[in-house]
């Protein structure tokens, strides 16, 4: 990795310990909750950003990955195989230790699948879903796509939601933690609550340091040229069709990593997670941080994630949203800190810069 290059990863990564730091000296360890929530969210962004900004592909369905992730990782690591325990297929899991017990609420004893066999089933299952619908959704264009990958998004929803396995309008409660190492879990517990912060900024980071590689990759000089021009890269030998392909599935699998972490943190999933409005503020997000700058999407996903969450938009949280959709579309196409945004604004700044310079004595 070229400090030049990707020199922000590395900021980053000291600027949220910094923070952290910061919490505990001025006793605000309450921030860290919401800021490992919106870590999560800001995942699926990030993901979102490389498809929407670099693919060129309008995706109103990533709530759904987001949601399938979480929900199939819950009810692996919920669904009781105790009266399934002498059953051939059940005996052999057990004896290959992909199985644990615990104790539910009321002291009696579930046996479900392993945390990491539940979390890699459940990515799996997304990448192919992904890998299926992408095909004959990525061949529309403009708002052709975007009404295809929404139908598929409350298909999602409704089957969570009227589907009796997944808790219906309750969803699924009491999952328990993810225990990646020996005394290192992803829970909501308060001892875990540093850790936990930085477990899931340690995902966004090493996110990060993928996606930017990616884009300067000679994939992702395609994936531009393709966003630039589709029809002159396909004519360049560029094959488009598969790198859409890649690009849709690689951000549906960000999308269900960050519901099956944020599930186990929270120990819980409910429907709303799938809904409509979840997949337009991920939109949203990426249009207002520039729909072709990672960071822009990470800053904006962080700090409008952050506001939600914290309560400060009230009962109007989801109008603050479509209004930011709204408003960007109409006066900032490229998003508050899109590249041209950036561009016109160090051009004014060095024209000022020069006149105070020739103005001096």
């Known amino acids: 990795m070229s400090l030049k290059k990707h020199g922000g990863v590395l900021v980053l990564a000291l600027l949220v310990v910094v923070i952290q730091l910061l919490t505990s000296w001025t006793d605000t360890a309450y921030y860290l909750t919401q800021l490992t929530m919106s870590a999560y969210y800001s995942l699926v962004i990030i993901g979102l950003c490389l498809l929407m900004g670099y693919a060129g592909q309008l995706s109103l369905g990533h709530a759904g990955?987001?949601?399938?992730?979480?929900?199939?990782?819950?009810?692996?690591?919920?669904?009781?195989?105790?009266?399934?325990?002498?059953?051939?297929?059940?005996?052999?899991?057990?004896?290959?230790?992909?199985?644990?017990?615990?104790?539910?609420?009321?002291?009696?004893?579930?046996?479900?699948?392993?945390?990491?066999?539940?979390?890699?089933?459940?990515?799996?299952?997304?990448?192919?879903?992904?890998?299926?619908?992408?095909?004959?959704?990525?061949?529309?264009?403009?708002?052709?796509?975007?009404?295809?990958?929404?139908?598929?998004?409350?298909?999602?929803?409704?089957?969570?939601?009227?589907?009796?396995?997944?808790?219906?309008?309750?969803?699924?409660?009491?999952?328990?933690?993810?225990?990646?190492?020996?005394?290192?879990?992803?829970s909501g517990r308060l001892a875990a609550k540093v850790p936990n912060y930085y477990i899931a900024w340690g995902l966004v980071i090493v996110g990060m340091w993928a996606l930017l590689n990616l884009v300067d990759s000679r994939a992702g000089r395609a994936l531009k040229a393709i966003h630039a021009a589709e029809e002159a890269a396909e004519a360049m030998g560029v094959d488009t069709a598969r790198f859409k392909l890649k690009i849709f599935v690689l951000?549906?699998?960000?999308?269900?990593?960050?519901?099956?972490?944020?599930?186990?943190?929270?120990?819980?999933?409910?429907?709303?997670?799938?809904?409509?409005?979840?997949?337009?503020?991920?939109?949203?997000?990426?249009?207002?941080?520039?729909?072709?700058?990672?960071?822009?999407?990470?800053?904006?996903?962080?700090?409008l994630n952050f506001l939600s969450l914290r309560g400060y938009f009230g009962s109007f949280d989801d109008a603050v949203f479509g209004a930011i959709l709204i408003f960007i579309m109409l006066f900032a196409p490229e998003g508050l800190l899109g590249t041209q945004v950036l561009r016109k604004a160090r051009m004014i700044f060095r024209r000022r810069r020069r006149g105070v310079t020739d103005a001096a004595p």
């Open 65 to 186: 990955f987001f949601a399938m992730g979480g929900y199939l990782s819950a009810l692996g690591t919920t669904f009781d195989l105790t009266p399934h325990r002498l059953k051939t297929p059940v005996v052999v899991m057990e004896k290959m230790r992909l199985l644990v017990t615990r104790k539910d609420l009321y002291g009696g004893e579930i046996l479900h699948l392993q945390p990491w066999l539940s979390c890699l089933i459940a990515v799996a299952v997304v990448v192919v879903i992904a890998y299926v619908i992408a095909g004959p959704v990525l061949k529309l264009k403009g708002h052709y796509l975007a009404m295809a990958t929404l139908g598929f998004g409350i298909i999602v929803f409704r089957v969570v939601l009227g589907a009796a396995i997944f808790g219906e309008a309750d969803g699924l409660t009491e999952v328990p933690p993810f225990v990646l190492l020996p005394g290192l879990e992803v």
């Open 251 to 303: 951000s549906a699998a960000f999308a269900s990593v960050a519901g099956i972490f944020l599930t186990h943190y929270n120990g819980g999933i409910g429907p709303s997670e799938a809904s409509v409005i979840k997949s337009i503020r991920y939109v949203a997000i990426v249009a207002v941080g520039g729909m072709a700058n990672l960071w822009g999407s990470l800053i904006m996903g962080v700090v």
